[in-house]
């Protein structure tokens, strides 16, 4: 046959060709792949490498009196007006016996954390016992003793361009070769609100802050959304007011998140009036942002459960109602409770609508309540990124390593709920 | 049969309801200090309310970063628990501002000027030092400089530095700056722009004949390309000048101060910016900061006059203070003393001392 020998030349002819078309696309894409890889173990090593040091701190160890006459002049205890700060800058005269000169004591008191005095003061109200003895108590070093000990200060540079002097250095060294100087993990990071010292600042506001927002978010937005798209895929009739509402929850999902922080600033703070800064508005606002989410993921879910199942149920004599929360809700939730996870690690990560409800503050007081002044996690990244301070170089990459850890986690949940309880027909 | 959906509306309901309890109370009597205003004041005036958080019974005070303009103008606002006590500012108030305070009963304003701040140009380390006059500043960044004849104004044509004055070297002008909304952008074009272009004497005598025009000359930064909005992280602007030395970056002191191994401040008529010459008056570019209080909140709000004390104390603004260490330039001695005298008394601010 001679038309299929003519075929199969012209195959033969055009093979090479298209098998060099299909490994450069196959190429292209590994490509892309890879770029896409090495973009993110650059971001990742950078973020490790400037952060993972500031899960340690430097301490000092020395030698405090909880002398009866400063803290108890009259025989009685006087804490809230007891000089803790001069207790602790005479151990350090009495560490360093050869500092004379004002100044030179004055560049001695600076290496250790201005905190120490108050870290005295608690650990009295804790203990009266303490009162007249000797203790030896480690206490955070000051932020530029700490950049010096991390090698984060280039000592072979002039005196005068690094915060850190060269009496300071040798202070430290001799600190460090008398097994006085260590660095411990750093739990102010963990336990405090924020603070205008690196070494005193921590994200436990900022966790809380986010804590209380996410809250109010779930409360309100995992119900409300559920309800809608159950209605909507349920119950409404179809016609031009359903596909209306349907086209404009869609476009909502894509509204940009700082305009329903203007929304938020208007209608919750101005109109309602709501207090700025307070957890409840943040809620209010990211819920807002959230329920598209939810109510896309839900519907999706709720389409996903097979015809067959209502019209059994209907079948053997079940109401809608009946229909719907007995049979197909438990079907959907996986995909529901996904869906917000989902949307709950969005919110999470959003900082832009917060900028417009007052909630990027300076707030060292860590937030008790829904009412209460406060900032979320993304916020204070921006705050500490924007401080002049060089320790919170690394509090940034820090903070921003235990938000990114909280969405994998979030992210996470969703993955194994999905996997685990999602049936498939 | 407990009904998960119930469950869920009540707790919501719950929530809801506590949080509206506990706000009308938090908004009946506010027991911590509102601070908004100015990010250049920002630093300062959180280490302040740190402190003060720390050392006294009080709250700490809650500082919002919101910009002078725009912490006017909630302070303006009105009287009240809901509304700032106090508002940080890189300029001083502006008499329409104050108009409108008064219309919304904020009548009594207590002005406080703690101090000084520089506006450096830097550059990297190891890039070249720079010496330049505020003309230099002006032709090198207005969009429009002085043509050959009086009067005439031509699109800024130089691309070099050494364009602008044969003494200067030969690089590309590449100058990082804040972006207009940012109150360091509005202090250095008022204070280099508009310095450097009352020294042509044409344009100088047409604030007198013409003051619109003659703002719109000096105010006005070119858009080709020469000056880049780096946005109002200062941060930044220090990592792109290590990583370009023959950029040049425009920010606060401070930020010059806590980098002194990365970056270097330029010369501005014959002064370096040094914390001397800037408390001294002699380097041009700084102005001064102030924040505003209202007098109808303290003793109203607990700690209010006693976080004023705190402020203007010679341990947070003296010479040796706490806040000199962060890069605040502080006051000579005397007007220290005079502002601190009058905010003891609480005395308001009245337009005249303007």
Same mark, same amino acid.
């Given at each position: ?6 075929? &199969? ?10 098998? &060099? ?71 350090? &005269? ?67 361009? &690094? ?263 | ?73 909630? $302070? ?52 070249? !030092? ?7 500043? $002006? ?34 002008? !590449? ?72 950029? $040049? ?41 102030? $924040? ?63």
């Amino acid at each position: 046959m001679p038309s299929s020998l003519e075929t &199969r030349k012209r195959v033969e002819a055009g093979l090479a060709r298209r098998h &060099r078309r299909e490994r450069l696309f196959k190429f292209s894409g590994m490509l892309a792949t890879t770029v896409g890889v090495v973009f993110l173990g650059v971001f990742f090593f950078d973020l490790f490498a400037k952060g993972s040091s500031a899960f340690v701190q430097t301490h000092l160890r020395l030698e405090v009196e909880f002398s009866a006459d400063v803290i108890a002049p009259g025989g009685e205890l006087d804490i809230a007006y007891a000089d803790f700060d001069g207790l602790v800058r005479s151990a350090l &005269r009495a560490e360093f016996p050869e500092v004379t000169g004002r100044g030179d004591r004055r560049e001695l008191y600076r290496i250790v954390s201005s905190s120490a005095g108050y870290q005295m003061q608690d650990m009295i109200e804790l203990d009266p016992e303490l009162l007249g003895t000797r203790q030896s108590i480690w206490f955070p070093a000051a932020s530029t003793v700490d950049m010096y000990i991390k090698g984060n200060i280039d000592a072979t540079l002039d005196e005068s361009l &690094r915060p850190i002097s060269d009496q300071q250095i040798a202070w430290v060294e001799s600190l460090r070769e008398s097994g006085f100087l260590e660095t411990h993990f750093n739990r102010a990071l963990f336990s405090n609100g924020d603070s205008r010292d690196p070494e005193l600042a921590g994200i436990k506001g900022a966790l809380m802050g986010s804590f209380y927002m996410l809250i109010v978010t779930v409360v309100l937005a995992f119900p409300i959304g559920v309800a809608a798209a159950i209605y909507l895929e349920e119950f409404a009739p179809r016609n031009r007011w359903s596909d209306l509402i349907e086209v404009n929850i869609n476009n909502l999902a894509a509204v940009p998140s700082i305009v329903f922080g203007l929304l938020g600033l208007a209608v919750f703070i101005n109109w309602v009036g709501i207090p700025r800064s307070a957890p409840l508005v943040g809620g209010l606002v990211l819920s807002l942002l959230t329920l598209p989410v939810i109510i896309i993921a839900s519907r999706a879910a709720i389409k996903a459960v097979p015809p067959s199942i209502r019209e059994a149920a209907l079948g053997l004599g079940a109401s809608r109602m009946q229909v719907v929360f007995h049979h197909v809700m438990p079907l959907a939730l996986p995909g529901m409770l996904t869906g917000t996870i989902i949307g709950m690690s969005r919110a999470l990560g959003e900082s832009a609508p917060l900028l417009m409800i007052g909630m990027v503050a300076f707030i060292v007081d860590v937030p008790g309540g829904f009412s209460d002044p406060a900032t979320a996690l993304p916020v204070q990244i921006y705050l500490w990124a924007d401080s002049p301070e060089r320790a919170f170089a690394e509090r940034t990459s820090a903070a921003i390593i235990v938000l990114l850890g909280f969405l994998l986690l979030m992210n996470l949940a969703a993955v194994i709920i999905r996997k685990r309880m999602e049936k498939k027909w | 049969m407990t009904n998960p959906r119930t469950v869920l509306v009540l707790l919501a309901c719950a929530v809801l309801a506590s949080g509206f309890a506990t706000d009308a109370e938090a908004q009946a009597n506010r027991d911590y200090i509102y601070i908004v205003g100015s990010s250049t004041v920002y630093p300062f005036s959180t280490v302040v309310a740190e402190r003060f958080g720390r050392g006294t019974e009080f709250k700490t005070p809650k500082v919002e970063s919101t910009g002078s303009g725009g912490g006017l103008k909630l $302070f303006c606002d009105g009287v009240g628990v809901d509304h700032p006590d106090i508002t940080n500012a890189s300029r001083a108030i502006k008499s329409s501002e104050v108009e409108r305070c008064a219309g919304n009963g904020v009548t009594e304003i207590v002005e406080v000027k703690i101090g000084y701040d520089g506006i450096v140009i830097a550059n990297a380390i190891s890039a070249i !030092e720079m010496e330049l006059t505020r003309k230099d500043i $002006f032709l090198a960044l207005a969009k429009e400089v002085p043509g050959g004849a009086d009067g005439e104004l031509i699109e800024n044509p130089y691309n070099t530095w050494k364009d602008v004055n044969p003494e200067l070297p030969d690089v590309r002008i !590449e100058m990082l700056g804040p972006p207009p909304t940012s109150g360091t952008r509005d202090a250095f074009v008022e204070l280099a722009m508009e310095g450097g272009c009352k020294a042509i004497p044409w344009i100088s005598a047409l604030k007198k004949s013409d003051s619109s025009a003659y703002k719109s000359i000096c105010h006005t930064i070119r858009e080709d390309g020469a000056f880049v909005e780096a946005g109002e992280n200062d941060n930044l602007i220090v990592q792109k000048l290590e990583a370009n030395p023959n950029a $040049f970056g425009i920010f606060g002191f401070s930020f010059l101060d806590q980098n002194s191994e990365k970056v270097k401040g330029a010369m501005v008529d014959g002064h370096k910016p040094t914390f001397d010459a800037i408390a001294d008056g002699d380097y041009p570019v700084s102005r001064s900061l102030f $924040f505003y209080a209202k007098k109808a909140h303290v003793d109203v709000i607990p700690g209010l006059r006693e976080f004023l004390r705190e402020f203007t104390s010679e341990r947070a603004w003296g010479d040796e203070g706490y806040l000199a260490e962060r890069g605040l330039i502080p006051m000579p001695a005397e007007e220290r003393g005079a502002v601190s005298a009058s905010v003891r008394n609480l005395e308001p601010l009245t337009m005249a001392s303007q």
